[in-house]
């Protein structure tokens, strides 16, 4: 079968549909770049907010209109909360919940018999196995090692949709890393619905910790470059910073820590389990063990009950942390959460306006914190196809992210493939939110 996949939200979908193409190439099916060319697509769901969710409807709409005849898979969180919505959306003929999600290969395999690709013979070697996947697909692999969660945030709905947490065994994801590694990759990012509970839930000898693992992989593999995703600001191992003196040129610098609410009184509220205090002490301890640290954020605006002094409060808080980018959601009253249920709700006009200033403030530090790093030379992994800029064929835009995860823009001569290379770039000046950088490295690559 041709199949076409696609996701919303977290990392960890994105993880799951890269684990998912894997396991549908690995059985003989191909998978396609675009919906048009797909026999069945699959759309891997959010419901983080109603935002997420209302998106989730529209997107798997869009793909039935971009490919009407096309079988459409739903699985994630918006099918697990909402499979009977999800079910009636048109062209769908598959919903899977989160706990199927695994097994999502198999359970599409039934389809192949009446949904043959006749290209299938162009694709196989002559011992009947698949050639090699795109060349030009993600030079960065994103590792599941964990899913769900144990904490109840009165907000969170992904608790419901995910349920407790659960971890992969130490040994199963050095060995996928390893093998990754071998693949060619460049980089493996660890995702998790809770990252920062790995391995505690595992039994007896079994049990871990997400610095165990983190050093297992480092020391274990030849991966280049190992990132860790979103990470609660609580429960890291002592020395947890350690990692990042033992391997500083692996573990990239860059740590996303979501914060929410930059006041006591909120974050007691949505039961988070910090204040800005220890998110302070954390920041700083980090900032001091990792040279070039550049540290990002999730934040809600309009949480029930915040006062704009809580919001000039917060406000002044995340100044002072000096974010080099923030996810920011103006809050969204999710049906079976806490929150949903809290009273003094805050209209939608001052939640607009109060995005709007945090939004303001988090460009601005976020300038600062890309400015300071103007004139230096950092690695940076390029990903994609160049692409021509002021019609001039002979010299080819590539984008890129540093080690600590800022975006990169190079020009290369368009004979040179930069696609998944890793290389020292000169960080020229900043354009926006992007850096434009130089190389001679780049001009001596002979491909």
């Known amino acids: 079968m041709r199949v076409y996949l696609d996701q919303l939200g977290c990392r960890l979908n994105y993880s799951e549909n890269d684990t998912l193409a894997g396991r549908l190439h690995s059985a003989g099916h191909r998978i396609v770049r675009t919906p048009e060319e797909a026999q069945v697509i699959v759309l891997n769901t959010c419901a983080v907010t109603t935002q997420a969710a209302s998106k989730s409807r529209q997107t798997a709409r869009q793909l039935h209109k971009i490919n009407p005849s096309a079988r459409i898979a739903v699985t994630g969180c918006y099918a697990t909360l909402q499979p009977q919505d999800a079910a009636s959306l048109p062209g769908v003929a598959l919903v899977a919940n989160n706990d199927e999600k695994e097994m999502l290969h198999a359970l599409l395999e039934p389809w192949s018999a009446d949904l043959d690709d006749p290209d299938d013979v162009t694709r196989l070697q002559p011992d009947g196995t698949p050639f090699a996947a795109d060349p030009w697909g993600r030079t960065r692999a994103f590792i599941k090692v964990q899913d769900g969660c144990n904490n109840k945030c009165t907000f969170c709905i992904v608790t419901i949709a995910r349920g407790d947490s659960r971890s992969r065994t130490l040994y199963d994801v050095v060995d996928e890393v390893k093998r990754l590694a071998e693949e060619g990759y460049c980089e493996a990012v660890l995702t998790g619905v809770h990252l920062g509970a790995y391995g505690r839930d595992l039994p007896g000898a079994l ?65 988070r389990r910090c204040t800005p205090d220890s998110f302070r002490a954390l920041v700083e301890e980090a900032r001091a063990a990792i040279p070039d640290l550049i540290i990002t954020t999730d934040l809600i605006v309009g949480f029930p009950g915040e006062s704009d002094a809580d919001f000039e409060e917060g406000l002044r808080f995340v100044e002072e942390m000096r974010f080099a980018h923030a996810h920011i959601f103006p809050f969204s009253a999710r049906e079976g959460t806490a929150a949903a249920r809290f009273g003094h709700q805050i209209p939608k006009t001052v939640k607009k306006e109060r995005s ?42 590539w984008s890129g992210h540093t080690d600590n995860y800022l975006q990169v823009l190079v020009h290369a001569p368009a004979e040179m493939n930069l696609h998944n290379c890793l290389l020292p770039i000169r ?20 491909y």
């Open 207 to 271: 049990r871990s910790d997400l610095k165990e693992l983190t050093a297992a992989i480092l020391a274990e593999t030849e991966i280049p470059r190992l990132r860790l995703s979103s990470l609660e600001p609580w429960e890291l191992a002592n020395g947890f910073f350690d990692l990042w003196q033992q391997w500083p040129d692996r573990l990239c610098p860059h740590l996303h820590l979501p914060l929410q609410a930059g006041t006591e009184r909120q974050l007691r509220r949505m039961a």
């Open 356 to 397: 709007r200033r945090l939004h303001e403030l988090i460009e601005r530090t976020g300038r600062i914190e890309r400015q300071r790093f103007v004139g230096s030379t950092r690695p940076v992994l390029f990903e994609g196809k160049g692409q021509i800029v002021d019609d001039q064929p002979e010299m080819l835009l």
């Open 427 to 446: 960080l020229d000046q900043l354009h926006g939110d992007t850096l434009l950088g130089s190389g001679e490295r780049v001009l001596d690559i002979g």
